[in-house]
């Protein structure tokens, strides 16, 4: 098994993470390149998300 991870930032903090994990079988660069891809784009969503909807977050950490 192989993971690729991302932190999830919040003000320019680290304050959580999303991973994809595959089987090690899958794994070649075109594969990797597109989880990636895959990861940035929920991560920039997930950012997003945050700043809109709980901008003072930074409260509870």
Not at 18 to 37: A, G, M, P, Q, V
């Amino acid at each position: 098994i192989e993971c690729m991870a991302i932190g999830i930032e919040h003000k320019n903090k680290i304050i959580a993470a999303i991973s994809i994990s595959y089987l090690i079988f899958y794994s070649n660069e075109t594969f990797r390149e597109k989880n990636k891809k895959i990861l940035l784009e929920e991560k920039n969503k997930i950012e997003k998300a945050l700043k809109i909807h709980f901008n003072d977050l930074e409260e509870l950490y």
